[in-house]
């Protein structure tokens, strides 16, 4: 098998459209490309309170994860798994254990106290 190591940066303003490919590839339901999802997109990718991150293979957005960060008033603040989508078709290659690895690694560095997820209940 080739080695495919994904590049793994964080997310640009620039990146809505491949980003809503992935989710789109994913069969995640996107929602419509008006202002308001823009905005929106833009406001997440800005917020310093999270990391949105993006994997790219050959310059193309295959992958992104986003992680939210919630202070904590007695202990370090604790780091919330948000969203990590690989597009189909790149699934099983290691991208979505490494983009993992990455913010697991993030959120250490901030000092997080713990690390969180919520699988969505598939009908």
Sequence with gaps: MPDLRP????????????????LADSGIPVP???????KRFRNIVADLGGDFYV????????A???????????HGPHARLDQLVVAHQFRRLGIGTALLA??????????????????????
């Design 55 to 62: 994997a790219l293979l050959d310059d193309a957005i295959v």
């Design 7 to 22: 590049q793994i940066r964080r997310g640009r303003r620039t990146d809505f459209s491949p980003v809503m490919q992935v």
């Design 32 to 38: 419509p490309p008006d202002r308001a999802t823009l």
């Design 102 to 123: 990455f913010v697991q690694q993030r959120a250490r560095k901030r000092g997080c106290a713990g690390f969180s997820c919520t699988l969505p209940a598939h009908e």
């Design 64 to 74: 992104l994860v986003h992680v939210t960060y919630a202070r904590q008033l007695t």
